[in-house]
Nanobody, 123 residues
Framework: QVQLVESGGGLVQAGGSLRLSCTAS????????MGWYRQAPGLQREWIAS???????AYADSVKGRFTLSRDDAKNTLYLQMNNLKPEETGLYYC?????????????????WGQGTQVTVSS
């Protein structure tokens, strides 16, 4: 059964940091590429970062140098470390998994999604 659970969201002041976690069931974790998205109220889901099954990572220009992906295979968990957060980065953050291992940046390229974790950045 495919299962993704995000955690780690919360309220933080601008300039602060949060680390989001995406824990997957073992079968899900070994599927393929994984990614993080953000969705603000009234807006479309926005790609933030992805990791291929081979370990390569890619980031949206807006978060490069501030956000970092990492993975703990023993815990079936993908992390997103977010530093120097900005108020406009408030939103619901989703983790996604693809059945394919290459770089995936578009929402339709991911077959499985978590329920999201809320991040609120106050000014």
């Amino acid at each position: 059964q495919v299962q993704l659970v995000e955690s780690g969201g919360g309220l933080v002041q601008a300039g602060g940091s949060l680390r989001l976690s995406c824990t997957a069931s073992p079968d899900t974790f070994t599927l393929g590429a994984m990614g993080w998205y953000r969705q603000a109220p009234g807006l479309q889901r926005e790609w933030i970062a992805s990791r291929t099954s081979g370990g390569a990572t890619a980031y949206a220009d807006s978060v490069k140098g501030r956000f970092t992906l990492s993975r703990d295979d023993a815990k079936n968990t993908l992390y997103l470390q977010m530093n120097n957060l900005k108020p406009e980065e408030t939103g619901l953050y989703y983790c996604a998994v693809s059945e394919y291992g290459g770089l995936r940046t578009r929402t339709y390229e991911y077959e499985y999604w978590g329920q999201g974790t809320q991040v609120t950045v106050s000014s």
